[in-house]
């Protein structure tokens, strides 16, 4: 049974800092690329981030990039997602997601989902 357990989610002031985990299990995580979407309380799902299985490419929403920073742990089979100078506008609920390739991923054709862990930026 494949899990995507999230953690590190929280209220913060803005400008401040969080560091999201995502650990997996039940699946071979070196084989799958990862992401991190975020859902904001009346919008639409959106992508944030993006790495492929050997973490050697990244790619990100507009709205984050130079603030987020997504890295790997193959040996800890974690995805990790760096926010700082965090905005009231991040305000969402985060989840990881695998998938085979980041294509997947970015057409919302990813396999397998975490339940989500609460991201709350003041102003």
């Known amino acids: 049974q494949v899990q995507l357990i999230e953690s590190g989610g929280g209220s913060v002031q803005a400008g401040g800092s969080l560091r999201l985990s995502c650990a997996a299990s039940?699946?071979?995580?070196?084989?799958?690329?990862m992401g991190w979407f975020r859902q904001a309380p009346g919008k639409e799902r959106e992508l944030v981030a993006v790495?492929?299985?050997?973490?050697?490419?990244?790619d990100y929403a507009d709205s984050v990039k130079g603030r987020f920073t997504v890295s790997r742990g193959n040996a800890k089979n974690t995805v990790y997602l760096q926010m700082n100078s965090l905005k009231p506008e991040d305000t969402a609920v985060y989840y990881c997601?695998?998938?085979?390739?980041?294509?997947?991923?970015?057409?919302?054709?990813?396999?397998?989902w975490g339940q989500g862990t609460q991201v709350t930026v003041s102003s």
């Open positions: 997601a695998a998938a085979k390739d980041t294509y997947r991923l970015r057409t919302g054709a990813s396999g397998y």
């Open positions: 790495i492929n299985w050997s973490a050697d490419s990244t």
């Open positions: 039940g699946l071979t995580f070196r084989s799958y690329a």
